[in-house]
């Protein structure tokens, strides 16, 4: 880990320790929104790191993302904006909102899973779906819908600690690996 990491994973547990009870599932999915934004705009934090622009103007730029885009709880933001102005340290925002997703993540016993389809599922599918996802885990279930004709015919399912893939490609994948040997 290197020393910027480090110092954004400081910054990080000390903002979810204080400020985790404020923020609710959507604030959160809102977090890595925000974060992509940061990756998005690698000049934005650029320019964050200038000493020549003067620190109301780096306030009022973050509040304006964080809280006018993002619609993040006001006082948790404005105190992390302050603190790593005061700090000089404003270049690790996008960093910091990273980690901090994944800890209230963690913290909010919350997992985020991409659903891929061959064909757009019903509603009904999708209510079952998160039920069994939510019976399995014992989590609060993020999905996210996509279709993927690549899969053919059946479903996949992924998140950063599970696969579960049941679909013809995974079937005939299986089967050359079986003939091929």
């Not at 110092?7 to 999915?29: C, N, P, V």
């Amino acid at each position: 880990m290197n020393n910027t990491s480090f110092l954004a994973r400081k910054y990080a547990l000390a903002f979810t320790h204080s400020f985790a009870a404020d923020f609710t599932k959507e604030d959160i999915e809102q977090i890595a929104h925000a974060y992509q934004f940061f990756v998005a705009h690698k000049r934005f934090s650029y320019l964050l790191n200038l000493p020549t622009i003067n620190k109301a103007l780096k306030q009022d730029a973050l509040e304006k993302i964080l809280i006018g885009q993002f619609h993040l709880p006001t006082q948790p933001c404005k105190a992390l904006i302050n603190l790593l102005i005061a700090h000089h340290r404003t270049q690790l925002m996008g960093t910091i909102l990273h980690i901090v997703h994944e800890l209230m993540m963690k913290e909010k016993n919350i997992e985020a899973f991409t659903i891929s389809s061959a064909q757009p599922l019903t509603q009904e599918q999708q209510t079952e779906l998160e039920q069994f996802l939510v019976h399995t885990t014992t989590k609060t279930i993020v999905p996210t819908y996509t279709v993927n004709k690549d899969l053919i015919a059946g479903l996949r399912v992924q998140s950063n600690a599970h696969l579960w893939e049941h679909s013809l490609k995974k079937y005939l994948r299986t089967l050359n690996r079986t003939i091929t040997r």
